[in-house]
């Protein structure tokens, strides 16, 4: 056995590590502090290229040509490209000699070739929205490649908060599991959010206890810290998934294991109940979930917000949800259903048939109408405060950013990572999460374009498992009631079918009931395979199928401590207002047949939820 000099363990000390070094050198920065980030980017560089690691980048001028300089260095050295990765935006890349970009000669000095993200278009929003935006896809394509994530320096904390990376990053770090290392006592942006927000150095995720995080914060000497900062990449590397430190994983590793010990915020696992409620998304259906529980209600005497540590909800689902944590009562929300549902979703006669025609171009129904609805409703509930964080019960409300192609979950502060929607409006939230494409145009909230969280997560019990994980629950105290919206069985996977019944329906008008007949009966179905023959089931086959995923991976996680309501019937559309008694009957039927458990099981009496407030939490 060859044994290792003590140069080959440093020289792969850090072999297959992927560190994102995110920031950059501010404008408004003094001399002094924009010479200590380059010279941190610098070191910080030589001793990874020089341990085996990998550095990724997203191409700011301040930060990308020193680290080009310690490229062209190490190739001087070792005669080989450096493990180097850039990543720029088309957003820039358009005009690559205004901002310095010169791709071929990059590639020339980096292992990697650069990565071009794509590009917002310029709207009536204006240009610095388009860029802000276009940040955001390339920093998600940051995240696919890293392992861990360590952020400098930073520019706009101080002249307009609210197009700041950091605050992004930080989210990043939260939703992707990595590993974040945030070095404010360099200055810029970091510096200047932490010291708004010094809870963050808690969710960090990077093996440091909180005080020696807080030491690395403030610490100002760019040898101190490239060496500490080092080491722990390569005691993180080295301990992989012991208890030590956090698993690594790469960003596209977006759901991290269940964890068994505690997690920010939140004491180590008591061995009571955490249950969870999970609701679908499904349009005017939410009516009969909204059913199920009032009865469920009714039938105990208990009242559902008291029993969960945790709602989830999607799209109809959502809006239940925050009504829930804002105090309101399920058989209040079954009113709002039944009055207001068919001002939301008008249909029937002519005008039906004319928004059935107008949804092939445009969105089917008024978005505004939707919103002052919700407003009116919100208005009425026992929480008056307009903030999510307000709930009185912890919330995970999921909807999609449709300009970075990302799944995104409002929350509750929960735990310091919730303080990211700290500011966030029930209202917005609402509209996000029910922005169904088709049916409503996109909602923009604040620097957004949000649609429906049900694209990705219509049944939103997996969200909630990854809620539990950053929770620090013990996955064997979970329990999860999830409950849908009803679903046809007879939605099947396979393509539009011309069979005789079809021609004999299609010639009728034509030729009569007889010539139709004696016509389709030389038929010969033909199975239509393309892009015509599945459009009218493939929505609703992909919708069904991501559910019965979510609610596989449950029964296999959970076991018999997962309990899925829900009903099948003939189609229901998500729309369709005047089956409003309909949904009501069901909802009935559904909470009778799953009485027994869902008493037994999460409306005990003599076991409520822990009480739950952001105070609190705080």
């Known amino acids: 056995m060859v044994e290792r000099s003590s140069s080959d363990s440093v020289s792969s000390s850090l072999a297959g590590m992927r560190i994102w070094l995110s920031g950059a050198v501010p404008k408004e920065a003094a001399?002094?502090?924009?010479?200590?980030?380059?010279?941190?980017?610098?070191?910080?560089?030589?001793?990874?290229?020089?341990?085996?690691?990998?550095?990724?980048?997203?191409?700011?001028?301040?930060?990308?040509?020193?680290?080009?300089?310690?490229?062209k260095r190490y190739r001087q050295a070792h005669h080989a490209a450096a493990p180097l990765r850039l990543v720029v935006s088309a957003h820039f890349a358009h005009d690559a000699a205004q901002y310095g970009i010169d791709i071929p000669a990059w590639n020339a000095l980096c292992a990697e070739p650069v990565i071009v993200t794509t590009a917002v278009a310029v709207d009536t929003s204006g240009e610095a929205r388009a860029r802000d935006r276009s940040l955001s896809i390339m920093r998600r394509a940051l995240a696919d490649q890293a392992h861990l994530i360590v952020a400098v320096g930073g520019e706009w904390w101080r002249e307009a908060p609210q197009r700041a990376g950091v605050p992004e990053e930080i989210e990043i770090a939260r939703d992707y599991q990595l590993p974040l290392f945030l070095l404010g006592g360099l200055g810029g942006a970091t510096a200047d959010y932490l010291a708004a927000h010094p809870e963050y150095v808690g969710i960090c995720r990077n093996g440091l206890s909180q005080a020696e995080n807080l030491q690395l914060v403030q610490e100002t000497a760019v040898a101190t810290i490239t060496e500490r900062v080092v080491a722990q990449i390569g005691l993180l590397h080295g301990a992989g998934g012991s208890s030590a430190a956090p698993a690594l994983h790469s960003g596209s590793a977006r759901v991290a294991a269940l964890s068994r010990s505690a997690g920010p915020g939140e004491a180590a696992a008591s061995g009571r109940p955490r249950r969870i409620l999970c609701l679908d998304g499904g349009g005017i259906r939410g009516a009969f979930t909204a059913r199920a529980l009032a009865t469920w209600e009714k039938m105990t005497g208990e009242k559902i917000i008291n029993h969960f540590d945790l709602i989830a909800g999607t799209s109809t689902g959502g809006i239940l949800a925050i009504a829930l944590g804002m105090g309101m009562q399920p058989a209040r929300i079954v009113e709002f259903y039944k009055k207001e549902g068919p001002k939301i979703f008008p249909g029937g006669g002519i005008g039906g048939k004319a928004l059935e025609i107008q949804q092939w171009f445009a969105a089917k129904f008024d978005r505004q109408i939707l919103r002052d609805r919700l407003e009116a409703a919100f208005g009425e509930a026992p929480v008056t405060s307009t903030r999510l964080a307000a709930s009185r019960v912890r919330l995970a409300i999921t909807y999609y950013d449709a300009e970075t192609d990302t799944p995104r979950v409002y929350r509750t502060p929960h735990s310091p990572a919730g303080n990211i929607d700290l500011e966030c409006d029930r209202l917005d939230a609402a509209m996000a999460t029910s922005a169904a494409p088709t049916y409503f145009e996109a909602t923009r909230i604040e620097n957004v374009l949000a649609v429906d969280g049900g694209v990705w997560a219509n049944s939103p019990t997996t969200v909630a498992l990854a809620e539990a994980a950053q929770l620090g629950w013990n996955l064997d105290d979970v329990r999860m009631l999830s409950v849908g919206t009803l679903f046809t069985p007879n939605v099947f996977a396979q393509p539009f079918e011309i069979d005789d019944a079809v021609v004999k329906a299609a010639l009728k008008p034509l030729i009569g009931s007889l010539g139709a007949t004696a016509a389709a009966a030389f038929w010969t179905n033909i199975s239509m395979q393309g892009t015509l023959g599945w459009l009218p089931t493939i929505a609703n086959l992909l919708m069904k199928t991501q559910i019965q995923t979510a609610d596989y991976v449950c029964r296999l996680l959970l076991g018999s401590r997962?309990?899925?309501?829900?009903?099948?019937?003939?189609?229901?559309?998500?729309?369709?207002?005047?089956?409003?008694?309909?949904?009501?009957?069901?909802?009935?039927?559904?909470?009778?047949?799953?009485?027994?458990?869902?008493?037994?099981?999460?409306?005990?009496?003599?076991?409520?939820?822990?009480?739950?407030?952001?105070?609190?939490?705080?």
Do not use: C
Request: charged content about 30%; proline content about 3%.
């Open 31 to 71: 001399v002094e502090e924009g010479e200590r980030i380059r010279d941190f980017v610098a070191l910080l560089a030589r001793e990874v290229f020089k341990r085996g690691g990998t550095i990724v980048h997203g191409s700011h001028p301040t930060i990308r040509d020193v680290l080009l300089a310690e490229a």
């Open 562 to 618: 997962y309990l899925r309501v829900d009903m099948a019937t003939q189609e229901i559309k998500m729309d369709d207002a005047q089956a409003i008694n309909a949904l009501i009957g069901y909802g009935d039927a559904a909470a009778d047949a799953n009485f027994p458990r869902v008493r037994d099981e999460f409306l005990v009496k003599e076991h409520p939820a822990e009480r739950w407030s952001a105070a609190a939490a705080g």
